[in-house]
């Protein structure tokens, strides 16, 4: 298995424009997982997806973020406009749906946003 | 409300020698228990998990940790340290029913470990 899938890998952008980040989870797996890490605020979780359906995006920042999963296999993080302060390393993580299967982390993607 | 403890930001250990990070969680019961590894530039890896049984579990790369219900601790442990083990570690809790729509993990702030030469 490749394991969970990121695009792209780094991003950098200037601020104001839109940044889409995508991530394909393992296959089989029910659950997906947005997580945002800074040297600040640590790992945090943005939203979390269940067979497709957003269950608790009480993390994601503000309107400017939005989270889709079109279906079992894709997902994307879209932030618009970007500021400089969502600089971050954003991860994607995926977990099968049996109880207490630990979740799979993506490489992540490495945002700067200028 | 669940919460993970990591009380060291950053140890360093010499090689060779041997290693304790430290996890205490809040909880109302017993929740599911992980240790994740993160090197440089990399997503996070499983080390290993507690979900019930031996309080003692092992994991990959020689590591092993020890849930104490007591202490509401789950601390990770390695007899020898390698230079490869310098990464930062990550302890995490979920709730008992975790799985299908209670998905979600808690995530410690992390220890960052350096390893001397």
């Known amino acids: 298995d490749a394991g969970v899938i990121q695009s792209p890998r780094h991003e950098v952008t200037e601020m104001g424009q839109e940044v889409t980040l995508r991530c394909k989870p393992i296959?089989?797996?029910?659950?997906l997982f947005w997580y945002r890490q800074t040297m600040m605020r640590g790992l945090e979780l943005l939203i979390y997806?269940?067979?497709?359906?957003?269950?608790?995006d009480s993390g994601m920042p503000e309107d400017r973020f939005s989270a889709k999963m079109p279906n079992a296999s894709f997902s994307t993080l879209k932030i618009q406009p970007s500021e400089p302060r969502d600089s971050a390393v954003y991860f994607c993580?995926?977990?099968?749906?049996?109880?207490?299967?630990?979740?799979?982390f993506g490489p992540g993607t490495r945002l700067t946003v200028t | 409300a669940q919460s993970v403890t990591q009380p060291d930001i950053h140890i360093t250990v010499s090689e060779g020698a041997s290693l304790e990070l430290r996890c205490n969680y809040s909880?109302?019961?017993?929740?599911?228990l992980f240790w994740y590894v993160q090197s440089p530039g990399q997503g996070l890896q499983l080390l290993l998990k507690?979900?019930?049984?031996?309080?003692l579990v092992q994991g990959i790369k020689g590591f092993e940790a020890e849930f104490k219900r007591s202490q509401s601790s789950f601390n990770l442990r390695k007899p020898s340290v390698h230079w490869s083990d310098a990464a930062e570690y990550f302890c995490?809790?979920?709730?008992?029913?975790?799985?299908?729509?209670?998905?979600?993990?808690?995530f410690g702030k992390g220890t960052k470990l350096s390893v001397k030469p």
């Open positions: 993580a995926s977990r099968g749906g049996r109880t207490g299967g630990e979740q799979y």
């Open positions: 296959s089989g797996h029910n659950s």
């Open positions: 997806f269940n067979n497709n359906v957003p269950i608790d």
């Open positions: 909880y109302g019961a017993t929740p599911y």
């Open positions: 507690y979900f019930s049984g031996d309080t």
């Open positions: 995490a809790v979920a709730p008992m029913n975790y799985g299908g729509s209670q998905g979600n993990l808690i």
